[in-house]
Structures are given as C-alpha cells and as structure tokens.
C-alpha cells in the first residue's frame, strides 16, 4: 500500500524568505500524480501544485516549485519570497494511476509565516 | 457560483443521534467523495461515488451511509453518532474516476458532545 510521510508538522519562515516543506513517499507503481494543497484556517483545500511522475521536470506555479527526486521517493515544496497569506496547512497527496485511483495524504505541515 | 457546497457547515449534536450532511457539485462532474479529517488534521477518503455508483468504501462504520440521488448530490448520513465522530467532513467532487483534480467543499465541522 502506497504511503506518505511529512515528517515536519511545523515550520516557520520570515516574510519574502524562501522555505522548503519536505514530504516522502512510498509505492511500487512507477506512475502516479503528487499533490501539495494548501488549507488555510478557512479549511478550503486548495491545490497548489502537481507533479506527474512520468515527468522528469520540476512543477512550477509562479513562487511554488517542487523537487521531484522519483528515485528517491521524494517531493518537496519550495515556496519563494514567502508572503503572510501562505500561512496554512500544507498537505502532501499521492494518487495512484489505476485501480480506485484514490488520494493519499500525508499528514500535513502547518508553515507559519512571520512578519 | 460555489462549485461544491456542503451544509451545513457547523453541525453540534449529541451522542446517540443521526445527522446528515449534504454535498452538491455543479460543476457538472461524474464523482464526488467523501473525506474526514481528524483533530490531528489528517485527511482520509471514506467514499467515492461515480455516476451514482460507490467504487470507493473504506473501512468506515457502517453507521455511516453515503446516498447519491443523482451524480450532483452526495450526501452523508450518520447514525448513533459517536465522540469519536467529531472531526471536519470534507466534499469534493471530480470529473471524472480517472481525473486528477479534485474540487473540494468548504467542509462541515461535525462536534458530538
């Protein structure tokens, strides 16, 4: 069974820093999507960003980029010059490419953004 | 225009109830699903229906008891709520079964005193 593991539950970062949320995975499909959703204190999930594993080339969605290492079983989250609305919880997810198609999440970390 | 709506969004009740809650998509979209998250924020699928069809059942209580009465509806009803029933419940919808993009609702926050 597939799994994913956010081992930071908190992290902080000084507005207009830089900060890398890191998030593992584990499975034995060689294709599948990942996730990482944004869920601010309104509790609306938000996509922010996906990555195909077929893809060898990082996702990029304006100042949020990924590091796909599928090698490694491994998909982090670069938030660049860090603004006071990405303060939220940040899900990792894993969706498979065949059988339910379901989503795994990982179990979130929660970035705080300081001013 | 809400593209997935969930009500109500608050829902307090005691032990030993049933409740419901309602989902509507009108995004036009062929599958919806149900999520819980716990007090500790993790995120977990219940079920899935396709055109009306279940195709996702985790292994949920049978208390709990998804109804689809057309693909723009999915609703949840809950019998003999328990404490450990509190936990937000989470809506989304997606065009497809083989769609990567999931819609979610606002989610209901579900206290059982």
């Known amino acids: 069974a597939q799994t994913v593991t956010q081992s930071q539950p908190e992290m902080s970062v000084q507005e207009a820093e830089t900060v890398t949320l890191s998030c593992t995975y584990d499975t034995s499909e060689s294709d599948y999507y990942l996730f990482w959703y944004k869920q601010p204190p309104s509790r609306q999930m938000i996509l922010v960003i996906r990555q195909e594993a077929y893809k060898q080339q990082n996702a990029t969605e304006n100042r949020f980029s990924v590091n796909f290492q599928k090698a490694a079983k491994s998909f982090s989250l670069k938030i660049s010059d860090s603004q006071l609305g990405d303060a939220a919880m940040y899900f990792c997810?894993?969706?498979?490419?065949?059988?339910?198609?379901?989503?795994?999440f990982g179990t979130g970390t929660r970035l705080k953004v300081l001013a | 225009d809400t593209a997935v709506s969930q009500t109500p969004k608050y829902l307090v009740t005691q032990m030993g109830n049933d409740k419901s809650i309602k989902c509507e998509q009108n995004l036009g979209h062929d599958t919806m699903y149900w999520y819980k998250q716990d007090s500790k924020k993790f995120l977990k699928i219940m079920f899935s229906?396709?055109?009306?069809?279940?195709?996702i059942n985790e292994t949920v209580p049978n208390r709990f008891s998804p109804k689809s009465p057309d693909k723009a509806h999915l609703n949840l009803h809950i019998n003999s709520l328990e404490l450990g029933d509190s936990a937000v419940y989470f809506c989304?919808?997606?065009?497809?079964?083989?769609?990567?993009?999931?819609?979610f609702g606002p989610g209901t926050r579900l206290t059982v005193t």
């Open positions: 989304a919808s997606s065009l497809s079964r083989l769609s990567y993009e999931q819609y």
């Open positions: 997810a894993y969706r498979s490419t065949s059988g339910t198609y379901k989503y795994i």
């Open positions: 229906y396709n055109n009306k069809e279940l195709i």
